[in-house]
Structure formats: structure tokens, C-alpha cells
């Protein structure tokens, strides 16, 4: 029996007990919505701990916002710390979808753990959620109608920065990063852009996931001389990067660029040594967005600390979870209709508002933003409505 099957069986057995028992209930209570069991397999320990975290807090402000509940839900949620280790990705995944049966997998920050996890989903059926991993093919060959993202493509932000950097008048970059899926696919992003408008990647570089050791690449680019540095790292990695990127020297003489995770949430950590930067990202600081600034300050007071778009992709999962509830009012979680809402949603972002490609991907601004203090402030839209290519989704 598969999954969808046990659960119908168990779900008719509770039905039964359910109109026995409704019979003697006033009307409100027998049509009471069954409860929606949420699985968070996020990162909390680790590298990227910290944006696990944000996103498992933007997740629950929302459902505190909707009183503590989904479209009348009860939320009910099961935890995993899947450590952005791939190899514990699928035994992790099982756990939320076989033993705890999950309605909906919230999850990851690492594309390597994502790629694992959705094949997981795909197999069981399970509705995915993406609130970050940005692996291109989740949204591209591999899209499922049961798969999600209200984050990005390791694409997306990478591009728009080759862009600039291209209009900034700069010919030669040099890019750097960690050896895994995000990494790459961010470096293509760039080169996509970068050389499209002319410019040459003199160099790939990479080390392998979460290494720190900088220095050799460091002394390499002193070699090469670009005019330009771009790379993805973020979370703790990034904190170690950008100090070392000033310690060598290097900022002073060549611009460094990357997706905006290099300076989101891990400015102050940086103490002072990411000022300046310009980075592309689909969430900025100082956005003239009203969604934004109420989201701001409910999570400033609930969570003692400004917000990053590690906590937006949460709020937007959830949002986007609510989107689908909102189509299965009472009963049983139809998946088929929630799909259907949720590829129509229009997700009222404290990014701005975005809808979903066909893919599931958000068509969103990619802002680009300057480091001041500890914040990333807007400078201005580095590309407007971008969508994927979803190149190889087939649905
Ligand atoms: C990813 O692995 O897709 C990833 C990780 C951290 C980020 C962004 C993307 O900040």
C-alpha cells in the first residue's frame, strides 16, 4: 500500500469515528479542520546553523500572525537538524515522511541536502517546500508538480550580479567559491551575464564544503589580477571570506562581488570588514515595501534581531502553505487542489509581492544592495521580475 493509500485508509477509519461522533457535536465542531503536520528539516547546527533558525522563525511568525494556525489548521510540527550533510539527507527526509508523516516537508537551506530530500518527496508524494536551497534543477529538470521554492535559483542572484558587474565597466573577473551545486551553479549564474555582455572569467576557483582555508586563493588572485572577485559563500564560511579578502589587502584593490548570502545576516560578525560590498539579492534592506516594514518590526520583537531573507523565505513558506490550505477548507488535505492554489498564489512578500513560474520558482526583483553597518541597503533593482530559465522542466 503506498503512502497516499495508508493514509486514506487511516483517514476513512478516523472519519467513521468522525460522523459517530459528529452526530452528537454542534455543527462547528464536526466539520473542524484536521490539523496539518509540518516537517522543518533544516540546518541547526553547522555553517549555515544560523539560517536555519531564521528560517524556522519567519515560518512560525506568519502562523503566529494567522493566530497559530493555517486556514483554521492546527499547526503541528516535527523537527530535524540535518546538519547541510547530503550524506544523512535521505535517512533525514524518511524520517519526517515515513515515521512522522508529514503533510508538507519544509526544507533545506543546502542544495546538496535539497536534491536528496526532494527525490524523497518525489517518491512519497509528499508537498515540498523549499524556504532557500537554491539547486537550479529542482526548478528545472527535476520540477515536480509537488515541489516548491519560495526562494530563489542559485541562478537568479548570480546572474544579476554578472550584470552589474559587466555595466560597472569591469572585463576580467576571477570567481571563487565552495565545490558543491550552490556554488557552481551561482558562479555559471555570473558567467552567464558576465559574458554575454562581453567579459572573461579568467578563472574558476574552488575548495572543497564548508572549508575556511582561503589563503592560497587569496594569493592567486593577487596573481591573476582581475578586475573583479565574484563569489558564493555564506553563513559562517562568508564571515571567514570577507575578513580575509581585507586582511590580504585585496579589497582595497579588487571589487568584490557575490549573491547577497554573503552579507546577509553575518555583517555584524564581519565586524566592519564587508562595508561597502555590493551585493544582488531578492531582499534588501530599507525596501519601500509596507509588507516589509510590519514584518520587521513583529519580528524585531519577537526574535530580539533584525530579520535576513533566510527569515523572508520562511514567512513566504508559510504563506505559500497557507495559500494551498486556503483551497481545503475542512477535512482532508486534497493535494491536487492545494497545488492548483498554490501555483495561482500571489505571495505578499516583505520582498514585494511574487508569483510562481511554472516551474514553482518565484519571478521576482533582484535588488541590488550596498553593505552599511550592519545592513544591506538598497541601491536599486539589478534586474526586474527575473525568472529562471527552467531550463530541461518538463510539466
Ligand atoms: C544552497 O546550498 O543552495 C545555498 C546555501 C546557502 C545560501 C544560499 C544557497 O545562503
Redesign the pocket.
Known amino acids: 500500500m503506498n503512502k497516499e493509500h495508508g493514509r486514506t485508509a487511516v483517514r476513512s477509519i478516523v472519519g467513521l469515528v468522525g460522523v459517530a461522533v459528529g452526530a452528537m457535536l454542534p455543527l462547528a465542531a464536526a466539520h473542524a479542520a484536521e490539523k496539518v503536520k509540518v516537517g522543518l528539516m533544516l540546518p541547526y547546527t553547522g555553517t549555515?546553523a544560523a539560517?536555519g533558525t531564521a528560517i524556522t522563525n519567519g515560518f512560525k511568525q506568519y502562523v503566529a500572525e494567522q493566530g497559530g494556525m493555517l486556514a483554521g489548521r492546527e499547526v503541528e510540527y516535527f523537527v530535524v537538524d540535518d546538519e547541510s550533510n547530503p550524506a544523512k539527507a535521505t535517512e533525514n527526509a524518511n524520517k519526517l515522511v515515513k515515521r512522522d508523516e508529514v503533510d508538507v516537508l519544509v526544507g533545506t537551506?543546502?542544495?546538496?541536502v535539497?536534491l536528496a530530500m526532494a527525490k524523497v518527496a518525489r517518491d512519497s508524494k509528499t508537498l515540498m517546500i523549499i524556504p532557500?536551497?537554491?539547486?537550479d534543477e529542482l526548478t528545472g529538470p527535476l520540477c515536480a508538480p509537488n515541489v516548491f521554492r519560495t526562494s530563489f535559483t542559485?541562478w537568479q542572484p548570480a546572474y544579476a550580479m554578472g550584470k552589474v558587474a559587466a555595466e560597472r565597466g569591469h572585463k576580467t573577473a576571477v570567481t571563487l567559491t565552495w565545490k558543491?551545486?550552490?556554488g557552481e551553479q551561482a558562479v555559471n549564474g555570473f558567467a552567464d551575464a558576465f559574458k554575454g555582455a562581453g567579459g572573461k572569467v579568467l578563472k574558476q576557483l574552488t575548495l572543497p564544503f564548508p572549508g575556511v582555508e582561503f589563503q592560497p586563493y587569496l594569493t592567486e588572485i593577487a596573481s591573476l589580477k582581475p578586475d573583479a572577485v565574484y563569489v558564493f559563500f555564506?553563513?559562517g564560511g562568508a564571515v571567514k571570506f570577507v575578513k580575509d579578502y581585507d586582511a590580504a589587502g585585496l579589497k582595497s584593490s579588487i571589487p568584490l562581488y557575490s549573491s547577497g548570502?554573503l552579507t546577509d545576516g553575518t555583517l555584524g560578525a564581519m565586524g566592519g570588514a564587508g562595508e561597502g560590498l555590493l551585493t544582488a539579492l531578492q531582499y534588501a534592506d530599507g525596501l519601500d515595501v509596507a509588507k516589509d516594514k510590519d514584518f520587521r518590526s513583529a519580528y524585531a520583537a519577537s526574535y530580539k534581531m533584525q530579520p535576513d531573507v533566510y527569515a523572508v523565505q520562511g514567512y513566504d513558506a508559510a504563506q505559500l502553505l497557507k495559500s494551498g490550505l486556503d483551497a481545503v477548507k475542512t477535512g482532508k488535505l486534497e493535494q491536487g487542489a492545494m497545488i492548483k492554489a498554490m501555483e495561482s498564489a500571489t505571495i505578499d512578500s516583505p520582498r514585494g509581492a511574487f508569483t510562481l513560474s511554472k516551474a514553482h520558482n518565484p519571478v521576482q526583483d533582484i535588488y541590488l544592495r550596498k553593505a552599511e553597518g550592519e545592513e544591506n541597503k538598497v541601491v536599486g533593482v539589478a534586474a526586474g521580475k527575473l525568472a529562471d530559465p527552467a531550463r530541461g522542466c518538463r510539466m
Do not use: E, K, P
Not at 109 to 112: F, K, L, N, R
Not at 132 to 135: E, L, P
Open positions: 549555515y539560517l537551506v543546502h542544495s546538496g535539497a532557500n536551497a537554491g539547486a542559485n558543491y551545486a550552490a555564506a553563513g548570502f
